[in-house]
T-cell receptor
């Protein structure tokens, strides 16, 4: 089955530093990947749609200069949280769909990254 | 606006059956998904419905009524490991996924 690998699983950083999160599709090509954020006891919130070879599409209210997304290849998308602050502490999850399996194929999620900003 | 409603929390007994409901109002419909999410982990895919009716997959079944904007996830022979949040998500006419807030299922021995 389709596997999405996300790294790191946990990261603790100091306020003001930047953190990069990687998302890889291991056995399929993902022209589009999705980045979500999830607060405790809340549902997934789509942050942005990452498109291979072009600019990401950000959801309303998400600062594109703070959450930098790069999708340089068909199997890798990265999310960089720049100048992180404690309020950025959250669970970040990437996902992708294997479009070769059709438009109705489900999303496959990475294992998520727990970011803690101190 | 678009809206997905599901109960916040449910409790059931090990070995029993539980039904988790999901109602939706979206701009168009291109399928409904159920995901399971254990605490601190990413969601995992459970089921997909695009036509009316029941889809059965082992102990889990999912039902859809498009005319009623309604789905349910049925879990049989509950096991302690089924304790998790269950997320209902609908794909709208733009193929955007609209997520419910999730139902936390607590299984008691």
């Amino acid at each position: 089955g389709a596997v999405v690998s996300q790294h790191p699983s946990r990261v603790i950083c100091k306020s003001g530093t930047s953190v990069k999160i990687e998302c890889r599709s291991l056995d399929f090509q993902a022209t589009t990947m999705f980045w979500y954020r999830q607060f405790p006891k809340q549902s997934l919130m789509l942050m942005a749609t990452s498109n291979e070879g072009s600019k990401a599409t950000y959801e309303q209210g998400v600062e594109k200069d703070k959450f930098l997304i790069n999708h340089a290849s068909l199997t890798l998308s990265t999310l960089t949280v720049t100048s992180a602050h404690p309020e950025d502490s959250s669970f970040y999850i990437c996902s992708a769909r294997d479009f070769d399996r059709g438009e109705n194929s489900p999303l496959h999620f990475g294992n998520g990254t727990r970011l803690t900003v101190t | 606006g678009q809206n997905i409603d599901q109960p916040t929390e449910m409790t059931a007994t090990e070995g029993a059956i539980v039904q988790i409901n999901c109602t939706y109002q979206t701009s168009g419909f291109n399928g409904l998904f159920w995901y399971q999410q254990h605490a601190g982990e990413a969601p995992t895919f459970l089921s997909y419905n695009v036509l009316d009716g029941l889809e059965e997959k082992g102990r889990f079944s999912s039902f859809l009524s498009r005319s009623k904007g309604y789905s349910y996830l049925l879990l049989k022979e509950l096991q302690m490991k089924d304790s998790a949040s269950y997320l209902c998500a609908v794909r709208d006419s733009n193929y955007q996924l609209i997520w419910g807030a999730g139902t936390k299922l607590i299984i008691k021995p």
